[in-house]
């Protein structure tokens, strides 16, 4: 009893995290393997499953993602990192890639690729807190510093991660029959 007394104080403190870049890094490296070990090889059904109109599929979450790699969060941080020079982030397509053709496999591998590359340079600039504090300009937020940046990155990780886990629990909706009543992920409305 004492051990779940001790569990819950811990959860009922505040529920917020300083951004250390250290331990950002490990979630967006273990992104791409999360992905493969619950995507890779599953039927079909699984994998292009959405919640209705306008919502996506696991499939185009994981083009979402690759499309990001490529447009959003490194490039981002290059603009933050260019002192003198524009500031100004490209806004960026959300549903970029989404007509892809390529097997879920090649996605996943590609995307492992690509989020690597970002990781390593990533890594290799070495930043400090002082380069953390360093802004861009968003075109709907104005301006934002890198330490915001990279911690939105971990966190749209983390999001897709849940919505992917979502979108394939609700595909059962109807399948658990009166245990629906149990999971509050498949009483919640889509967002």
Do not use: C
Not at 95 to 119: C, H, M, N, Y
């Amino acid at each position: 009893m004492r051990r779940r007394q001790r569990m819950i104080r811990v959860f009922n403190g505040d529920p917020t995290m300083e951004f250390k870049l250290d331990q950002a890094i490990p979630i967006l490296e273990r992104t791409p393997r999360v992905l493969s070990d619950l995507l890779d090889e599953l039927p079909g059904d699984w994998t292009v499953i959405n919640e209705g109109p306008d919502t996506w599929s696991p499939r185009q979450i994981v083009l979402h993602l690759i499309n990001g790699e490529r447009t959003d969060w490194i490039p981002r941080a290059r603009i933050i990192l260019k002192q003198g020079q524009s500031r100004r982030f490209d806004p960026f397509d959300r549903i970029g890639g989404f007509d892809s053709t390529q097997p879920l496999r090649a996605l996943l591998s590609e995307f492992d690729k690509v989020r690597s590359e970002s990781v390593a340079t990533l890594r290799g600039w070495n930043l400090k807190d002082k380069d953390l504090e360093l802004t861009g300009e968003h075109p709907e937020f104005g301006s934002v510093t890198m330490r915001q940046l990279l911690a939105t990155w971990v966190v749209h990780d983390l999001s897709h991660i849940s919505q992917i886990t979502r979108v394939m629990a609700r595909g059962y909706t109807e399948a658990v029959g009166p245990w629906t009543q149990y999971f509050r992920v498949l009483q919640r409305v889509a967002m």
